[in-house]
Every structure is written in structure tokens, then in C-alpha cells.
């Protein structure tokens, strides 16, 4: 069974300072990953997916994420943050096992402040 | 496109109370999840419909939780004799089936309190 494990509950940055978030999944089959946000009182919004083409994937709002098969990993960041940044932040991993179920198996999350 | 809506967005009931939530995924999406989310925790997979059929149901779905998508477009989620620990964010999500990467597009969620 796949699942993904978010390194840091909490991340607090400074404005304008680099912004990283840890994932890393278990997966039996080459995964498909996906990052989301999640504003306050508000739904999942996509940020960026890795479906097995460029290993750097770049995704809205200034984000991108790199796959790493050899470390297991699906970083996130982005260069310089910005106050609306602030929100938490999702990685997930899709279960290709079964078929085409396609369901998704998300990371506890990891709550990003910035810090004015 | 109007995106997943759900309905309502908050309902505050007292326990053994039964509700009701729903949702409208977007037109031409033929799946459909049902994920529940709790405070300082990621979504929570529930069960998911492809059109009519509700073809995965969660271990978390007790005999108390009942989801339906009768006509393969809209869906309900009703918890019978709700429990305080019933209180959560339920949120929908829908997709094609026919892409082939899995990504989901997720309404805002109802927010539920059991007092």
C-alpha cells in the first residue's frame, strides 16, 4: 500500500526567504504525486502533479517540486516566499496499484507561516 | 465550469442526530469521492463512485455512514446517529476517468460539529 510521510508538522519562514516542505512516499509502482494547498476553511487546491514525464515539475503560484526515485522524495519550494503562502500544505500519492482507481493517499500535512 | 460544490457548508447538530450532506461535482466528471478530514490531519479517503456504482468504501465508513450517487451525478453522504467523533470536514472531490493521472478536484467541504 502507498503512503507519504511530511517531514514537519509546522514551517515558519521569513518573507522573501526560501520555502521547503518534505515528502517522502512508499509506493509498490512507479507513483504519480501531487502537491496541494489548503486555505482556511477552504478545500484542496492542486498546486502541481509528477506523472512520470520531467522529473522537475513545476506548479502555480512560483512552486515547483522535484522527484527523487533514488531518495523517495517529492520536495517542495519555491524561491522566495510571500505572505499569502501562508496556508497548509498537502503531498499525495496515487494508488496506480489497483488498476485505475486512482484514489489518493495524502500526507498529514504541514502547516507554512511567513513571517513578515 | 463551476467547480465541486457542496452543501451546506457548516451544520452544527447534537449527537444521535442524522444529517445529510451534498455534493455536485463538476458536469462532466464520472467519479466521485467522499474524503473526511479532522483537525491537524490530511484527507481521509472514504469511498469514491465511478458514475452510479460505489466501487470502494473505506474501513472508516461504519455502518453509520451511507453515501449515494443514484442518477451518476450529484451525491449524498448521510451519518446516522452522529457521534462527537463524527466531527469533521467532509469534503468531496471529482475526476475523468479518463485521465490518466489521478488528479482530484476538491469542493470546499462541509464542516461538521456534533455537540
Known amino acids: 500500500a502507498q503512503s507519504v510521510t511530511q517531514l514537519g508538522s509546522h514551517v515558519s519562514v521569513s518573507e522573501g526567504a526560501l520555502v521547503l516542505l518534505r515528502c517522502n512516499y512508499s509506493?509498490?509502482?512507479?507513483?504519480?504525486l501531487f502537491w496541494y494547498v489548503q486555505y482556511p476553511n477552504q478545500g484542496l487546491q492542486l498546486l502541481l502533479k509528477?506523472?512520470?514525464?520531467?522529473?522537475l515539475v513545476k506548479g502555480i503560484n512560483g512552486f515547483e517540486a522535484e522527484f527523487k526515485k533514488s531518495e523517495t522524495s517529492f520536495h517542495l519550494t519555491k524561491p522566495s516566499a510571500h505572505m499569502s503562502d501562508a496556508a497548509e500544505y498537502f503531498c499525495?500519492?496515487?494508488?496506480?496499484?489497483?488498476?485505475?482507481?486512482?484514489?489518493?493517499?495524502f500526507g498529514k500535512g504541514t502547516l507554512l507561516t511567513v513571517n513578515p | 465550469d463551476t467547480g465541486v460544490s457542496q452543501d451546506p457548508r457548516h451544520k452544527i447538530t447534537k449527537r444521535g442526530q442524522n444529517v445529510t450532506f451534498r455534493c455536485d461535482p463538476i458536469s462532466e466528471h464520472n467519479r466521485l469521492y467522499w474524503y473526511r478530514q479532522t483537525l491537524g490531519q490530511g484527507p481521509e479517503f472514504l469511498t469514491y463512485?465511478?458514475?452510479?456504482?460505489?466501487?470502494?468504501k473505506s474501513r472508516l465508513l461504519s455502518d453509520r455512514f451511507s453515501a449515494e450517487r443514484p442518477k451518476g451525478s450529484f451525491s449524498t453522504l448521510e451519518i446516522q446517529r452522529t457521534e462527537q467523533g463524527d466531527s469533521a470536514m467532509y469534503l468531496c472531490a471529482s475526476s475523468l476517468l479518463d485521465t490518466n493521472t489521478g488528479e482530484l478536484f476538491f469542493g470546499e467541504g462541509s464542516r461538521l460539529t456534533v455537540l
Open positions: 463512485f465511478q458514475n452510479e456504482a460505489q466501487l470502494e
Open positions: 509506493s509498490s509502482v512507479p507513483p504519480y
Open positions: 499525495a500519492v496515487s494508488d496506480r496499484s489497483g488498476g485505475s482507481n486512482y484514489k489518493l493517499t
Open positions: 509528477y506523472t512520470s514525464a520531467a522529473t
